[in-house]
């Protein structure tokens, strides 16, 4: 319909202009299932590299979170070889939906106690973000009352993840591009400092 259509338009718009990742994550709450956490959390996670199949990353980071209780504290990074189950868990190609994470055989020890016993979630969302064919992270929702998820919201959150996913990688190339010009920019300088002192 002509609303949906708009409010999908509006969203890509808004992620194609993203200034952060936290403007990311702000987008995806607000036009999506994950705008409907009211208690829990929500996450943009990328792995240290690629996950392929002949190459799976070491860490997850999160590089933007919401959180109902802001104060929580929150790792800076998980070691994916802790999940037993992180194969089962987490998807390059789909959403994988968790309706009842205390039950849930997906969830190892590890994965069961960050989630239900720290997060007290009880339901998840776990959402891949992938560009051009390379799978670099997560969305990860947490809700803390059992959640459905319908098909039509879940495929409105996954054509807007591909979208993030770009979004994602644009900034973080710029990071490495700002990052590099920055150490050009001192190794000039103390080139100059250098010839300058030797004069």
Request: aromatic share 8%.
């Amino acid at each position: 319909n002509l609303a949906e259509t708009e409010a999908q338009y509006q969203a890509s718009s808004r992620l194609n202009n993203a200034a952060s990742y936290a403007d990311i994550l702000t987008v995806l709450r607000q036009h999506t299932i994950l705008g409907h956490i009211t208690a829990g959390s929500v996450a943009l996670n990328l792995f240290d590299r690629p996950w392929t199949r002949a190459n799976r990353p070491e860490w997850i980071i999160p590089i933007a979170r919401w959180s109902s209780a802001p104060d929580e504290p929150a790792p800076d990074r998980y070691a994916l070889a802790a999940w037993k189950n992180a194969e089962l868990l987490l998807d390059a190609d789909r959403p994988t939906m968790v309706l009842d994470a205390g039950a849930d055989p997906r969830l190892d020890e590890t994965a069961r106690n960050i989630f239900t016993r720290e997060n007290g979630a009880r339901s998840l969302l776990f959402v891949p973000l992938n560009v051009s064919g390379r799978w670099i992270g997560q969305i990860v929702g947490a809700y803390r009352q059992t959640t459905g998820f319908p098909d039509q919201e879940v495929r409105r959150l996954t054509s807007l993840a591909g979208q993030a996913a770009v979004a994602v990688e644009n900034l973080r190339l710029l990071e490495e591009t700002r990052r590099r010009n920055d150490e050009l920019n001192a190794a000039l300088s103390e080139t100059e400092a250098l010839y300058e002192a030797g004069a």
